[in-house]
């Protein structure tokens, strides 16, 4: 049966340091460079608001560039309520989506590459699967990683963010009739929602749980379960 690995993004395949909040600050830097709002600040307005913070909610009708829109309007509203002036945070808001774009933001770990070729020459499909903004597959491109992969199934293109089983059973229905694995850095996004889904799922980076089916400190690790 042919099989098909799943990978999440962020926090699996790549590290970053406060991705949002430190580019949303960034851009805010960018526009005012004598602002007195802090990092930290700004990562209390981020730890929340995104679509994955709360997926039971609806957001069939967030896609694409509606996605971007929501957020935006997220983003414009936390800089206003920490004091920014409308003007200064139209300015930055323009300087969020580039930023968080740039390659440099973004740290593939080290056995990455090396893991990815080996599953591809054994005849196992890798797909990302990734509750993330819709340009990841740019990217992903960016860094090197895109022809890894058969398909990049993102949350804010497909209207569901995991664990949701709808956006497992759309990562699914791509490749019928396989054996799917699930790789993640998340118990509740990566683990739980491959659980419902059907899949086996692999914890890293996150030493052990009980809940995922294997767990590996290094990508790398994961080779075992294909010999």
Known sequence: MRKVVFWDFDGTLVH???LWSSNVYEALQCADQNTAITLNEIKECMSSGFTW?????DYSK???????????????KSYVRLGVEKEIA???LQKVRPLIKRKKNYHVYGD???TLAELNAKGIINAILSNNYPDLKEVVEKLNLLHYFDSVIVSSLEGYDKPRKELFEIAKSRYPN???YMIGDSIHADIA???TAGMTTVLVHHGYSEEADYCFENVKEIL????
């Open 90 to 92: 139209r300015h930055a």
């Open 16 to 18: 970053s340091e406060h």
């Open 178 to 180: 396989s054996k799917y």
């Open 112 to 114: 990455v590459q090396n």
């Open 193 to 195: 929602g491959g659980h």
């Open 53 to 57: 913070h709360t997926p039971n909610e």
């Open 62 to 76: 967030l896609t694409d560039e509606k996605w971007w829109k929501f957020m935006n309007e997220h983003i414009y």
């Open 224 to 227: 075992n379960i294909f010999q």
